[in-house]
T-cell receptor, first 115, second 115 residues
Framework: EPEVTQTPSHQVTQMGQEVILRCVPI?????FYWYRQILGQKVEFLVS????????KSEIFDDQFSVERPDGSNFTLKIRSTKLEDSAMYFC?????????????FGPGTRLTVT | AQTVTQSQPEMSVQEAETVTLSCTYDTSESNYYLFWYKQPPSRQMILVIRQEAYKQQNATENRFSVNFQKAAKSFSLKISDSQLGDTAMYFCAFRNTGTASKLTFGTGTRLQVTL
């Protein structure tokens, strides 16, 4: 069964450093999402992406964040200058174009620790 | 904006028993989708069950079923014959019908299945 993959599984970085989180969505999916979950809290939407453009972004997704689909398979989330409060689990999700529920399939997550 | 409320932070159930997790939501939309996601200790987000708001029939998936009360904006999850592997965080989520619509999650209910 196809699945969303994410790398790395755990990233430790120092405050102020740039990080790039990588995701490979399911191959025939065209809608991509990033969510984050601070430890012990709920999952929060960051951004959705379709046709090489951001479809929607939350207030969390400020100028420090950017997303890119650099090739036909990867979908990346970049945080330019990490802060301590960026420490969280980051989930990538994808959904397909076909009419229906546009169910979102989640990757296993990347745990980001900012020290 | 849509909101999702899960009023039970923690619940416990004995193996083989039945447990119901509560969820309420607020929206002005008439058509939308509702989901329950399971998050085991691995923190992977796993879709358990979904419900389309235009369908009056409650969704079922094996031991999992929902009680969808549209007028009351209530969407509870019933787990029958609970198993130790059901121990996890359970998140209720809402999504509009737009193709790239985000998921809005509740704060989660931590379910512990005991012997």
């Amino acid at each position: 069964e196809p699945e969303v993959t994410q790398t790395p599984s755990h990233q430790v970085t120092q405050m102020g450093q740039e990080v790039i989180l990588r995701c490979v969505p399911i191959s025939n999916h065209l809608y991509f999402y990033w969510y984050r979950q601070i430890l012990g809290q709920k999952v929060e939407f960051l951004v959705s992406f379709y046709n090489n453009e951001i479809s929607e972004k939350s207030e969390i997704f400020d100028d420090q964040f950017s997303v890119e689909r650099p090739d036909g398979s990867n979908f990346t989330l970049k945080i330019r200058s990490t802060k301590l409060e960026d420490s969280a689990m980051y989930f990538c999700a994808s959904s397909e174009l076909l009419a229906g529920t546009y169910e979102q399939y989640f990757g296993p997550g990347t745990r980001l620790t900012v020290t | 904006a849509q909101t999702v409320t899960q009023s039970q932070p923690e619940m416990s159930v004995q193996e083989a028993e039945t447990v119901t997790l509560s969820c309420t939501y607020d929206t002005s939309e008439s058509n939308y989708y509702l989901f329950w996601y399971k998050q085991p200790p691995s923190r992977q987000m796993i879709l358990v069950i979904r419900q389309e708001a235009y369908k009056q029939q409650n969704a079922t998936e094996n031991r999992f079923s929902v009680n969808f009360q549209k007028a009351a904006k209530s969407f509870s999850l019933k787990i029958s014959d609970s198993q130790l592997g059901d121990t996890a965080m359970y998140f209720c989520a809402f999504r509009n019908t737009g193709t790239a619509s985000k998921l809005t999650f509740g704060t989660g209910t931590r379910l512990q299945v005991t012997l």
